[in-house]
C-alpha cells in the first residue's frame, strides 16, 4: 500500500470495462487508510459512448427501507436514520430533510453527517442528523426523504419518515422553464 503525501495525486488503478457491460454503469470509490478505515466514498456513473447520460432517466424507482431513532445529547436532538436499499437497482443521491412531524415545518439549521447518499443493491447507510431541541418545538422529528430515483416505505413512530412529495416533479405544475425536446 503506498503511502500518498497530502495534497498530491498518484494513479493507483485502472478500471478496466467489460465489453459487454451495460452501456451505463456506476462505478463506487472507497478511500480506506493504512488500518482500513474507511476516510471517503465517492460514487460516479459513467456511459460507454461519453456524455450521454439518458439512461439515468430510465432508472426504476427503488423504493429504500428505512428506521431512526432519536436521542437527547444535552441542548440537542440526535435522530439516527438508516437506510437499507434491498433492491437489485442503484438508488441515486438520497436526500434527508428534518421536519416537525405535527406542523411539517422543516428545522433548521441542521447538521447531517451525510447526504445525497447513493446505495448500491443490498447496501445500507446510517446518517445522524443533529439539531437544536428547541428547533422541533416540543414536535416529534419527521425525516423526509428524495432522491433521483428514490422512493422510501413509510414509518411512523417517534421518528415518522416519508417521502419527500415536495421534492418530487409531478408535485409542481408544469412551468415550460425547460422547454420539451422536438
Same mark, same amino acid.
Given at each position: 500500500?503506498?503511502?500518498v503525501?497530502?495534497?498530491?495525486t498518484?494513479?493507483?488503478?485502472?478500471?478496466?470495462?467489460?465489453?459487454?457491460?451495460?452501456?451505463l454503469?456506476?462505478?463506487?470509490?472507497?478511500l480506506?487508510?493504512a488500518?482500513?478505515?474507511?476516510?471517503?466514498?465517492?460514487?460516479y456513473w459513467?456511459h460507454v459512448a461519453q456524455?450521454?447520460?439518458d439512461?439515468?432517466m430510465n432508472?426504476p424507482?427503488? *423504493?429504500?427501507?428505512?428506521e &431512526? /431513532?432519536?436521542?437527547?445529547?444535552? %441542548?440537542?436532538?440526535? =435522530?439516527?436514520v438508516t437506510?437499507? +436499499?434491498?433492491?437489485?437497482?442503484?438508488?441515486?443521491l438520497?436526500?434527508?430533510?428534518?421536519?416537525?412531524?405535527?406542523?411539517g415545518?422543516?428545522?433548521l439549521?441542521?447538521?447531517?453527517?451525510?447526504?445525497?447518499i447513493?446505495?448500491?443493491?443490498?447496501?445500507?447507510?446510517? *446518517?445522524?442528523?443533529e439539531? &437544536? /431541541?428547541?428547533?422541533?418545538q416540543g %414536535?416529534?422529528?419527521? =425525516?423526509?426523504l428524495?432522491?433521483? +430515483?428514490?422512493?422510501?416505505?413509510p414509518?411512523?413512530?417517534?421518528?415518522s419518515?416519508?417521502?419527500?412529495?415536495n421534492?418530487?416533479?409531478?408535485h409542481?405544475?408544469?412551468s415550460?422553464?425547460?422547454p420539451?425536446?422536438?
Amino acid at each position: 500500500m503506498a503511502q500518498v503525501a497530502g495534497s498530491s495525486t498518484v494513479k493507483a488503478a485502472q478500471i478496466d470495462v467489460s465489453a459487454r457491460i451495460t452501456p451505463l454503469y456506476f462505478i463506487k470509490l472507497n478511500l480506506s487508510d493504512a488500518n482500513g478505515n474507511l476516510l471517503s466514498t465517492n460514487f460516479y456513473w459513467q456511459h460507454v459512448a461519453q456524455d450521454q447520460y439518458d439512461g439515468l432517466m430510465n432508472l426504476p424507482t427503488v *423504493v429504500l427501507d428505512a428506521e &431512526a /431513532t432519536t436521542r437527547i445529547d444535552g %441542548d440537542h436532538t440526535v =435522530v439516527t436514520v438508516t437506510l437499507h +436499499n434491498n433492491t437489485n437497482n442503484v438508488a441515486l443521491l438520497s436526500h434527508l430533510q428534518l421536519h416537525q412531524k405535527k406542523s411539517g415545518r422543516r428545522v433548521l439549521p441542521v447538521f447531517y453527517s451525510d447526504n445525497y447518499i447513493s446505495l448500491v443493491p443490498g447496501e445500507s447507510s446510517t *446518517v445522524s442528523i443533529e439539531a &437544536a /431541541t428547541k428547533d422541533l418545538q416540543g %414536535d416529534l422529528p419527521l =425525516v423526509e426523504l428524495d432522491g433521483f +430515483n428514490v422512493d422510501v416505505k413509510p414509518v411512523d413512530g417517534p421518528v415518522s419518515i416519508v417521502a419527500n412529495v415536495n421534492a418530487q416533479p409531478s408535485h409542481w405544475p408544469a412551468s415550460n422553464i425547460v422547454p420539451e425536446s422536438r
